[in-house]
């Protein structure tokens, strides 16, 4: 290898930050005790001698193929959970903890390039009765669904969690009130333009949705209190419409630390 050798090929690929591990056999031809001490030190993790023996070397890397297939068990388990952790178990959907973290840094990046962050608001109308129709176990595939179908009407680079129970929330960046009455519409069409097939049951439902866009800076409680009472106010005009509210950080009235979880989870009908 002109310009470089074995060792310092080693020392070079460690140096480098990777995502896997690369599993490194050093072949050389020097054989001192020494030689394979520096190999070892530079970052090899298996060291041999010329002349080989094929069986040997193959047995090698076999081993090393062990070391790195471990590796990729031990990468998919971490991946998994840390799945688990941000997502919903049932939906898939971003969990009500991880929402409300990528809401804040919506906030701050919309903050930073002055461009408005908004929300959707939406609750699944009379979801009790589809369970009490249907058994929880077609509520169960009725709420995947749903979540399914919501997360394709919003844009790629949009977010989407599950709130609490039957309520979701959506988490759009650069939203203008056009944007949020768009996509807002495009939610409530995707979920009452056709039934939902769970496979036991035909399940028609409709979906009321509070919407609020903002530019000013508000946190991420003004935020969201105000697409609650516009989701108040889709469900008191009738449900299955979308409301556009408004959200101005100086008029919004401020949230007691007490009322946040009544905020959050508060059931809808």
Request: charged content about 30%; overall charge neutral; some cysteine.
């Amino acid at each position: 290898m002109p310009g470089v050798n074995g060792i310092e090929l080693c020392r070079r690929i460690r140096a480098k930050q990777r995502d896997r591990y690369q599993y490194i056999l050093l072949l050389s031809g020097k054989d001192e005790k020494q030689d394979v001490v520096d190999g070892l030190e530079a970052g090899a993790d298996d060291y041999l001698t010329k002349p080989f023996d094929v069986s040997e070397l193959r047995a090698r890397l076999r081993a090393g193929n062990r070391v790195l297939t471990l590796q990729n068990e031990l990468i998919q388990a971490r991946e998994a959970l840390r799945f688990q952790a941000t997502h919903d178990d049932l939906t898939s959907l971003w969990s009500h903890s991880a929402t409300l973290l990528l809401l804040n840094g919506e906030l701050e990046r919309g903050l930073r390039s002055r461009t408005p962050t908004g929300v959707l608001m939406i609750d699944l109308d009379h979801f009790k009765s589809v369970n009490d129709t249907f058994g929880h176990l077609t509520g169960d595939a009725v709420l995947k669904e749903c979540g399914r179908r919501i997360n394709q009407a919003v844009r790629k680079y949009d977010l989407v969690g599950r709130y609490g129970g039957e309520e979701f929330l959506a988490v759009l960046s650069n939203c203008t009130v056009e944007d949020l009455e768009k996509i807002g519409e495009r939610a409530r069409h995707a979920i009452s333009e056709k039934p939902i097939s769970t496979g036991t049951a035909e399940v028609s439902l409709t979906v009321s949705i509070g919407g609020v866009t903002a530019l000013s800076g508000p946190s991420d409680l003004e935020l969201l209190s105000a697409a609650d009472a516009a989701l108040y106010e889709a469900k008191r005009s009738g449900r299955n419409r979308v409301v556009i509210g408004s959200c101005e950080a100086s008029q919004t009235q401020p949230i007691k630390a007490t009322e946040r979880s009544t905020l959050l989870t508060a059931p809808r009908e």
